[in-house]
Nanobody
Framework: VQLVESGGGLVQPGGSLRLSCAAS????????MSWYRRAPGKARGLVAV????????DYAGSVKGRFTISRDNVKNMVYLQMNSLKPEDTAVYYC?????WGQGTQVTVSS
């Protein structure tokens, strides 16, 4: 199993970023996928989850209405569109499948 995140960077408050996760080594279309994040000094926490078909999603309360998780079961990709970013969204973002983790991608929201 391999999960490779990309798309992080430095963005000003109110800005947007789109994170991507390329998955391989398992039957991607059969499993739910999720994004987590670890902010400085805090434990890793769930951000968003999407069902295997993409029909069902759920979000942490702190990001609901600002972030959107999606997936492409042809390309074996999962995405996290992040809008209206806030400094408190600063964290390393991780893609997750069944306990497997990618290396993470840093998102920094700062003016």
């Amino acid at each position: 199993v391999q999960l490779v995140e990309s798309g992080g960077g430095l963005v000003q408050p109110g800005g947007s970023l789109r994170l991507s996760c390329a998955a391989s080594g398992f039957t991607f279309s059969r499993f739910a996928m999720s994004w987590y994040r670890r902010a400085p000094g805090k434990a890793r926490g769930l951000v968003a989850v999407i069902s295997s078909s993409g029909d069902s999603t759920d979000y942490a309360g702190s990001v609901k209405g600002r972030f959107t998780i999606s997936r492409d079961n042809v390309k074996n990709m999962v995405y996290l569109q992040m809008n209206s970013l806030k400094p408190e969204d600063t964290a390393v973002y991780y893609c997750n499948y069944a306990g497997y983790w990618g290396q993470g991608t840093q998102v920094t929201v700062s003016s």
